[in-house]
């Protein structure tokens, strides 16, 4: 295979290559605030990088990156697309990519923001119930945490946003896009703040106090750089084996899912998933 990015492939190409391979990597990332010392797209990186080494891993094809969903942060240079636009989008993707004949679909976030993901994750459940022709593909969410003892230490760590991880990945892959000596941190009040909860950039509000009532969200105005973790810790070397870390854990597991699909596709038999969440609707 001459090249392992889809978008660099003719047509002729991805018509051989489909004739022996349906498995397809796509990553999203997201145009948003990483403080002073990282590019605005941090999280486009986050998702091409790891893309392309589960691509050389499996010998399969990346296509090619979205780059916008929604972030939620308001510093500039931040682009927000709201969560049912985006996923409006992937679904008609992930529709495209099926009807041309690929089968497992691994989507790769760069970004780690909850509320594009949750709000994906549902769009595509309903998706693959409204349209059977999309029951036949396998599409899987790829994310360093669910394979990663390292991607996980990061989290408990209370290391987000713009921090070691994020540096180190820059300073492995991407070096001449990380600017150290620009490196800054909002006041020690407001690092830790988000260091303890990442969510905690959003100041939200309503009239009454009540759940029920939708709320008012605006990033606190009081955060200025928006860096979540330790990023001064960053080395290149840490980049590279978080990188490494998260492959191993994920890949055989990757190879699996595709053996399995394929041979429920064969055979019809279905893994049953219970939903045990009872009244869901009381909860809203």
Not at 127 to 144: E, G, H, S, T
Not at 181 to 199: F, H, S
Request: proline share 5%; with cysteine; glycine share 6%.
């Amino acid at each position: 295979m001459r090249t392992h990015a889809m978008g660099e492939m003719t047509v002729k190409e991805v018509r051989e290559y489909l004739k022996h391979n349906q498995t397809v990597i796509f990553p999203y990332g997201v145009v948003e605030q990483h403080g002073y010392h990282l590019p605005l797209s941090m999280d486009i990186h986050n998702a091409e990088i790891l893309a392309c080494r589960m691509a050389e891993e499996l010998d399969c094809i990346v296509a090619p990156c979205l780059n916008y969903c929604f972030s939620g942060g308001q510093l500039p240079g931040t682009i927000n697309v709201k969560p049912n636009n985006f996923s409006n989008m992937v679904c008609d993707i992930m529709e495209s990519l099926v009807n041309q004949g690929f089968l497992n679909i691994f989507i790769v976030p760069g970004h780690g923001g909850s509320e594009s993901l949750l709000h994906l994750k549902e769009s595509l459940r309903i998706l693959k119930w409204m349209n059977p022709a999309m029951q036949k593909a396998m599409i899987l969410f790829i994310r360093r945490s669910d394979y990663s003892k390292k991607a996980l230490d990061s989290i408990y760590g209370r290391d987000y946003h713009a921090g070691e991880s994020e540096t180190s990945t820059m300073l492995a892959c991407r070096p001449g896009l990380v600017r150290m000596e620009e490196l800054e941190m909002d006041t020690p009040e407001i690092a830790e703040m988000m260091r303890e909860d990442p969510d905690a950039y959003q100041l939200r509000t309503n009239f009454t106090g009540l759940h029920q009532e939708i709320v008012n969200t605006v990033q606190r105005p009081e955060i200025k750089v928006g860096v979540m973790g330790y990023p001064e810790r960053a080395k290149a070397e840490t980049g590279v084996k978080n990188l490494d870390d998260a492959i191993r854990g994920m890949i055989p597991v990757l190879k699996k899912a595709i053996v399995q699909a394929e041979k429920a596709r064969k055979t019809g038999k279905m893994v049953e998933i219970a939903d045990t969440e009872k009244l869901k609707m009381l909860k809203l």
